[in-house]
């Protein structure tokens, strides 16, 4: 029988922990790019997952690096507590907008500037996972609307409702004058009748006489 090494071992309990490490790591989620007209509110969402349950001691932590490569500004901070920045392009511009229970970690940036235009990072750490993945979200912001796939779809259901509704109400139209010309039809062969009846009557009575 043979017997493991020492440090084959040691390697194997090192693999082991580094794949636990991993598992335990905290994932953060976010978008990748988005885009928001200048001027306007935009909610940065940032959800996680964690091997651990949510800690008391849970931290958020959003940074902000310039489109110009500069150095990253700090955007909010979360510790038990919401905490925005006394300093900054960010300040009084930054809201929590997330809830810990559902592992959301989101904020609102208001009244967005072209020079917010750069990369978003959101941070979480959940005690004991310290480690784990950083969200990235690029922004642009842009002037005005373009007029995306979605626009254009928009316009083609809204398109194809107006038709349908068209559509229906000409049927209803051709079906209520249908109905009204069956009943006018119906009106002059009843009356058309009655004349007959009467002219077959009147017929007969002036008949009766010269019979007797």
Known sequence: MRVPSWPGAVLSLGVQLRVLWFAAAVEVHTSKEVAAVNGTNLRLKCTFSSSSPVSQHLSVTWNF?????????????YLKEPYRPSTGRFKERVTWDGNIARHDVSIVIWNLQPTDN???TCQVKNPPDFHGTIGKVQLRVVQKVHFSEIHFLAVAIGSACVLMIL???VVIICRH???????KKIEVADTELRE??????TEEKEASPLED
Do not use: C, I, M, W
């Not at 007959?196 to 009557?201: A, G, P, T």
């Open 167 to 169: 559509v229906v109400t």
């Open 65 to 77: 690096q310039p489109e110009d490569l500069s150095s990253p500004e700090p955007v909010f901070y």
């Open 118 to 120: 750069g990369t978003f």
């Open 177 to 183: 004058h249908r109905k009204k010309a069956q009943e």
């Open 196 to 201: 007959k009846e009467n002219l077959k009557r």
